[in-house]
């Protein structure tokens, strides 16, 4: 066995773990809720999706590694990925939790609004602005860092990719708070 299948049969344990020990364990409801006739998304739907695309992962990460000859090394262009990766993330997380409170302070001092951004995170248009923001640079940037270049294509992918997961959670279940409004 090579590196590679060990890596991806490493990953698809440890998402097993989390899903039938971890996440049973760590959460209050199940995947879905269903209170007086409302049904809302249960606190185990997210990480259990997240999980479950690296189960995924990992066996496509088996499937590749498959016959695969000599063991890869970690070299410098790896580390230097690595690290873009983390601040282009750590960019989109910043992006996601201050874009929504900046944009009403800013529509507050114009005289826009009274209100907060606490009072006004659950109403359209100010619960998508983080979202959206931190959401589209994330795959945008991703996108552009696979293809050592930015365009239009990859801005319009996250876009998309941003409104498909608005459609998937936040239309469905109105009572359930995008990130990271759930802690502002």
């Known amino acids: 066995m090579n590196t590679d299948v060990v890596l991806g049969l490493g990953v698809v ?5 989390a899903i039938f020990a971890w996440v049973p364990d760590d959460t209050a409801t199940g995947l879905i809720v269903k209170l007086r006739g409302r049904v809302s998304i249960g606190d185990a739907l997210a990480p259990t999706a ?6 995924v992962a990992g066996f496509l990460i088996v499937f590749e590694g498959r016959g695969k000859k000599g063991l890869p090394h970690l070299s410098l262009a790896n580390l230097r990925f690595v690290g873009l990766f983390l601040a282009l993330f750590l ?3 910043i992006l996601m939790r201050w874009t929504g409170p900046v944009l ?6 114009v005289g826009s609004t009274d209100h907060s951004y ?3 995170r659950d109403t359209a248009p100010w619960k998508y602005t983080g979202f959206v923001t931190g959401g589209t640079f994330l795959v945008t940037m991703l996108i552009s860092l696979i293809e050592h270049r930015l365009s239009w294509r990859a801005l319009l992918i996250g876009l998309a990719a941003t409104a498909l997961l608005i459609l998937i ?3 469905p279940f109105p009572d359930l708070l995008l990130p990271p409004n759930g802690d502002v």
């Open 118 to 120: 606490r009072d006004l």
């Open 91 to 93: 960019v989109s997380v």
């Open 13 to 17: 344990m440890v998402a097993l773990l």
């Open 104 to 109: 009403v302070g800013l529509a507050h001092m």
């Open 50 to 55: 997240a999980f479950v695309l690296m189960v």
């Open 169 to 171: 959670f936040d239309v």
